[in-house]
């Protein structure tokens, strides 16, 4: 059974930068694509973008193209979501699932964004 | 960019009723990368159908998911208590994928 086990909840400054990891277990790393999405506080699920970690190929929300980088680490089947210039807006729960469609999820990441 | 809307937002029914939520895409694309997530407060998104017909595993068969082109459609039959919550449609065949803004059901 796949399983996805995420960082803890995080409080950042305006400007500042954020990562999150996503530890997975249970299935094939390097086979499956790693996905994240947010949900900001009363609205829907938002893609932020996705990593196949076999051939390590990241692509990205136009939105976010700037400023997010997801990476994955195939010898610890972690992958991480960086996501930088932070402002409040980027409040969210952040999920990582993986496969397509979304089978597996973490728990989600609680980033809050406070002055 | 492939934009799903999702309609109602709001569905108010009672349990044991049946629900119908639509998903309408700005294009049309293959029926093979449509899902129906459920989102309840507090729980991660699971998904219940894929390939926009195709239940996933362990998902009961009052969830059925149905349409082609760009228009499809999730229907729960009987509305059993554990249903009320949040669906979201998403496509997952073209960059970037895209979800739906969520219908919400919530009891009468």
């Known amino acids: 059974q796949v399983q996805l086990v995420q960082s803890g909840a995080e409080v950042k400054k305006p400007g500042s930068s954020v990562k999150v990891s996503c530890k997975t277990s249970g299935g094939s790393f390097s086979a499956s694509s790693i996905t994240w999405v947010r949900q900001a506080p009363g609205q829907g699920l938002e893609w932020m973008g996705k990593i196949l970690p076999l051939l390590d190929i990241a692509n990205y929300a136009q939105k976010f193209q700037d400023r997010v980088t997801i990476t994955a680490d195939k010898s610890t089947t972690t992958s991480y979501m960086e996501l930088r210039s932070l402002g409040s807006e980027d409040t969210a729960i952040y999920y990582c699932?993986?496969?397509?469609?979304?089978?597996?999820w973490g728990q989600g990441t609680l980033v809050t964004v406070s002055s | 960019e492939i934009v799903l809307t999702q309609s109602p937002g709001t569905l108010s029914l009672s349990p044991g009723e049946r629900a119908t939520l639509s998903c309408r895409a700005s294009?049309?694309?293959?029926?093979?990368?449509l899902a129906w997530y459920q989102h309840r407060p507090g729980q991660a998104p699971r998904v219940l159908i894929y390939a926009a017909s195709s239940r996933a595993t362990g998902i009961p068969d009052r969830f059925s998911g149905s349409g082609s082109g760009t228009d499809f459609t999730l229907t729960i039959s009987r509305l059993e208590p554990e249903d009320f919550a949040v669906y979201y449609c998403?496509?997952?065949?073209?960059?970037?994928?895209?979800f739906g803004q969520g219908t919400k059901v919530e009891i009468k």
């Open positions: 998403h496509q997952y065949g073209s960059s970037p994928q895209t």
């Open positions: 294009q049309s694309f293959s029926s093979s990368f």
């Open positions: 699932a993986t496969d397509l469609p979304l089978y597996n």
